[in-house]
């Protein structure tokens, strides 16, 4: 196969690459579900032990964009090729223009701005392409990375869901931060994008 001309691919910015889920993708999958404290802040919950057959189950429903769960699943890989977590676009609502995104960094490339990156092209295709207007996440109190991040993209904290989650013995809250189409447009002119 010929090599392949990134240079003005939309799902790829200086530093990541969005792509399908592919089937040889389930012991990325594997390995990463040993993080207990991510699986942890992404779940809302204290996972029973990962099962290779877990893995390729979840990679065989999500392969190729063929999931039927609602979510658009991609893999997220460095310039280099090599795979470094996950992302979906989820709840979308077609009649209130509403979203959600939920992502995943593997632990060795946590803190390098590839989530940023990650999340800046699935929010310009969910506003620039998709028509949807609002953004609305929410992250697990302690989850400090996942906060900073969305203060980083624009996006405004807009309440906090107090004791909504019961993990390891304790409840905690969701900070509840939104993102408008018009908000992302400005703070990408602001940022020089």
Known sequence: MREIDYTDYFWQDEKVRLRA???EDWE????????????????????LPP??????????????????NGR????????DGDSIGGINLNSINERNGTFSIGIVIDKEYRGKGYGTSA????????FLERRLNKFNDCVLEGNVGSAQMMRKLGCIQEGVRRQVVYVNGRYLDFILFGLTKDEFIEKQKEDGE
């Open 51 to 68: 099962t290779i057959l877990g893995a390729k189950k979840f990679v065989e429903d999500n392969a190729n964009f063929t999931s039927t």
């Open 28 to 47: 990325s999958c594997y390995i990463s579900d040993f993080d207990t404290p991510a699986r942890i802040l992404l779940e809302c919950a204290v996972e």
């Open 21 to 23: 889920i592919q089937e």
């Open 119 to 126: 999340m800046k092209i699935l929010l310009k295709y969910a």
């Open 72 to 79: 658009i699943m991609f893999t997220i890989e460095n310039l």
